[in-house]
């Protein structure tokens, strides 16, 4: 049966709007009093699949009461949690961002992180991490900054680590599927630590005054 031009491509247009859903919402996290949230940690709880969160300048604490870190659990969606100015700096944020029916996509970009680490993890799923830095951290759970696994893929791009403190049995990102362009690692007493046979990739990595053999 050959069906009229003007019914497929009515059915060609529904099929591409299928195949192609509407983008998320955009969430905003400031100081200001005039953002969607005051807070990290809120935007990620409210996040829903293809949401972009975006952090104005600003110092976020968002660990515990006692000093501990504050964990978040994102299941099963993508989306992406970006420093939309300069001077974003998070502490005591744990990010969790868990593949369970699905391999989700998660994007971080243009922050700083302070404080204590982990700092993300990512599991079934792959992870962008660009033009963020990683200063003074203390590995406190005896994972990487960045953890990946139970197939969790990490694409890590411009940023830089400083001053990365941790026990023998934690790197700076530990994972499988690693791929590492264009960072720096200054002042680190601990190797990148990618284990369970991985296949790392390392490109213009530069790497100063760090105690630890294995950070390249």
């Known amino acids: 049966m050959t069906l ?15 195949a ?12 200001n009093g005039t953002e969607d949230y005051a807070s990290v940690w809120e935007a990620l709880t409210a996040a829903q699949d293809g949401d972009r969160i975006e952090v104005y300048s600003g110092y976020y604490y968002e660990g515990e009461s006692d000093g501990s870190l504050r964990s978040v659990f994102v299941r099963d969606i993508s989306f ?5 100015q300069d001077n974003v700096v998070i502490e005591g944020l744990y990010l969790f961002a868990v593949g369970n029916s699905q391999r989700p996509s998660t994007w971080v970009g243009g922050l700083t992180f302070v404080g204590k680490a982990p700092v993300f993890t990512q599991s079934n799923g792959t992870a962008t991490v660009e033009n963020c830095s990683f200063d003074d951290l203390d590995v406190v759970m005896g994972l990487g900054v960045l953890d990946m696994y139970a197939g969790g893929d990490l694409f890590l791009s411009g940023c830089s680590f400083s001053g990365i403190h941790a026990g023998a049995e934690a790197g700076v990102i530990e994972g499988y599927n690693v791929t590492v362009e264009d960072c720096q690692f200054e002042d680190c007493d601990v190797g990148l630590g990618l284990v369970w046979g991985g296949h790392p990739r390392l490109d213009h990595v530069v790497a100063s005054h760090n105690t630890a053999k294995a950070i390249v």
Do not use: D, E, F, R
């Not at 019914?7 to 709007?17: F, H, M, N, R, T």
């Not at 192609?20 to 100081?31: K, T």
């Open 4 to 18: 009229p031009l003007p019914k497929l491509l009515v059915i060609l247009g529904a099929l591409l709007v299928c």
């Open 20 to 31: 192609h859903p509407a983008a998320g919402a955009v969430l905003s996290v400031g100081q």
């Open 80 to 84: 992406s949690l970006v420093g939309v």
